[in-house]
C-alpha cells in the first residue's frame, strides 16, 4: 500500500510541474501572433471603424480564437447584421 501512495504522490507531483509550464508554453506561443486591430487601430485614429471593418475584424478574432465567438442576433433598418 506504502508503494501505492508513494506512485500516487509522484504522479501528482509531475502533474503540478508539467501542466503549468505546458500553460505558460502556449500562453507565449500564442502571444507572438499580431492580434487584429480595428479600422480606428489601422488608421491611427484619423477615421472611425466602419460597419465592414468591425464585421471583418470580429471574424479575425473569431478565428484567431477559441475563446471568442458570435452570432447575429438581428439586423438593421439598413439591412446590415447585428452582431453579439
Known sequence: ?????AKL?????LLIIV???SG????????T????????ENTNGEEWTTHEEEL???????NASERVSYSQVGTTVNGKPILW
Do not use: H, R, Y
Not at 500500500?1 to 501512495?5: I, L, P, S
Not at 504522490?9 to 507531483?13: G, H, K, P
Open 24 to 31: 505558460i508554453s502556449a500562453q507565449e506561443n500564442a502571444n
Open 33 to 40: 501572433a499580431e492580434p487584429p486591430t480595428t479600422g480606428f
Open 1 to 5: 500500500m506504502k508503494n501505492f501512495f
Open 56 to 62: 471583418e475584424f470580429l471574424e479575425d478574432l473569431n
Open 9 to 13: 504522490a509522484s504522479m501528482f507531483t
Open 19 to 21: 501542466f503549468p509550464v
